[in-house]
């Protein structure tokens, strides 16, 4: 069974930084794109980041040049470094991965990042 395993929310002040890693265990697939999103209260999910297999990358235009989006292919695992940290990025974020050839997602349990001002 696929399981997708998020950490290092949490809370931190206004101008800090969390560093968010999402590991996949149980696949029997290989993984194309990988990515993080977040849902604020009372808003939809969106897209913060994403990075495929190749390794580019696309992000949101609220977190561009704050936040960086990478993976280790070996460890299954995709990170999102996130600085300058500012209350609107205050939601849970949600990693979510594509798996070959299905293009099937999984996503995962979701982490709560709280920063306050």
């Known amino acids: 069974q696929v399981q997708l395993v998020e950490s290092g929310g949490g809370l931190v002040q206004a101008g800090g930084s969390l560093r968010l890693s999402c590991a996949v265990s149980?696949?029997?697939?290989?993984?194309?794109?990988m990515g993080w999103y977040r849902q604020a209260p009372g808003k939809q999910r969106e897209l913060v980041a994403a990075?495929?297999?190749?390794?580019?990358?696309n992000y949101a235009d609220s977190v561009k040049g704050r936040f960086t989006i990478s993976r280790d292919n070996a460890k299954n695992t995709v990170y999102l470094q996130m600085n300058s940290l500012k209350p609107e990025d205050t939601a849970v974020y949600y990693c979510?991965?594509?798996?070959?050839?299905?293009?099937?997602?999984?996503w995962g349990q979701g982490t709560q990042v709280t920063v306050s001002s």
């Open positions: 990075i495929t297999s190749g390794g580019s990358t």
């Open positions: 149980g696949s029997k697939f290989s993984i194309n794109a």
């Open positions: 979510k991965v594509r798996a070959n050839p299905t293009l099937y997602d999984y």
